[in-house]
């Protein structure tokens, strides 16, 4: 089945700082999705980007499909940024979400 | 807003045990998904739910059933609680179809198994 790799898997940075969290994925999908978990453990959605860019404040995205990978940038980063940032793909065979394991964000004040 | 609800926050149970966990969305929407988050192992999928009293099993749903009664509600039943059971339980619902648009999550239920 589908691999899907997130890195990297930890990021310590100082409030204001920007960042870029990546997710490769070993074959073609039709659906790509960025989530944060906030340190409550509430998922939220950040974006639905199966190709192209999209951008949402301070949150962009980029995916290169062709290349098979996905790219979340956050900018001015904030001490609510801090998270676990989770990449989730499906495809035509098998259309439930597969998981990354997730970028762990701390943002120090 | 849109809400995914479940019921308990925290819930602490004897090995043994029959577990129900309940799950309600306001969405309409006709997909329901149970997964569990475990340090290191990311979320993995136990059972989900396309339609009323209709179930598939997702990647790990020995241990677990469901039941989907209602469009609204998706309980998942730990028959006999054991202890590597102890987990983050988490309840989602999305739109039907392709690509799985508008995943929506609950807060998860937190559960330790004693």
């Known amino acids: 089945g589908i691999q899907v790799e997130q890195s990297p898997p930890d990021l310590i940075l100082q409030e204001g700082a920007n960042s870029t969290l990546r997710c490769n994925f070993s074959?073609?999908?039709?659906?790509l999705q960025w989530f944060h978990q906030n340190p409550w453990g509430q998922l939220i959605n950040l974006f639905y980007?199966?190709?192209?860019?999209k951008q949402n404040g301070r949150l962009s995205a980029t995916t290169v499909a062709t290349e098979r990978y996905s790219l979340l940038y956050i900018s001015s980063s904030q001490t609510t940024d801090s998270g676990v940032y989770f990449c989730a793909v499906s495809t035509d065979s098998n259309y439930q979400l597969i998981w990354g394991a997730g970028t762990k964000l701390i943002i120090k004040p | 807003d849109v809400k995914v609800t479940q019921s308990s926050r925290y819930l602490v149970k004897r090995t043994g045990e029959k577990v129900f966990l309940e799950c309600v969305q306001d969405?309409?929407?006709?997909?329901m998904f149970w997964y569990r988050q475990d340090p290191g192992l990311g979320l993995r999928l136990i059972y989900f739910?396309?339609?009323?009293?209709?179930?598939e099993k997702g990647d790990i749903p020995e241990g677990y059933s469901v039941s989907r009664e209602k469009k609204e509600r998706f309980s998942l039943i730990l028959e006999s609680a054991s202890t590597n059971q102890t987990s983050m339980y988490l309840c989602?619902?999305?739109?039907?179809?392709?690509?799985?648009?508008?995943?929506?999550f609950g807060s998860g239920t937190r559960l330790t198994v004693v």
């Open positions: 969405m309409d929407h006709e997909n």
């Open positions: 739910s396309y339609d009323v009293k209709m179930k």
């Open positions: 980007i199966p190709s192209g860019t």
């Open positions: 074959d073609s999908v039709n659906n």
């Open positions: 989602a619902s999305s739109l039907p179809g392709l690509p799985n648009y508008g995943y929506t």
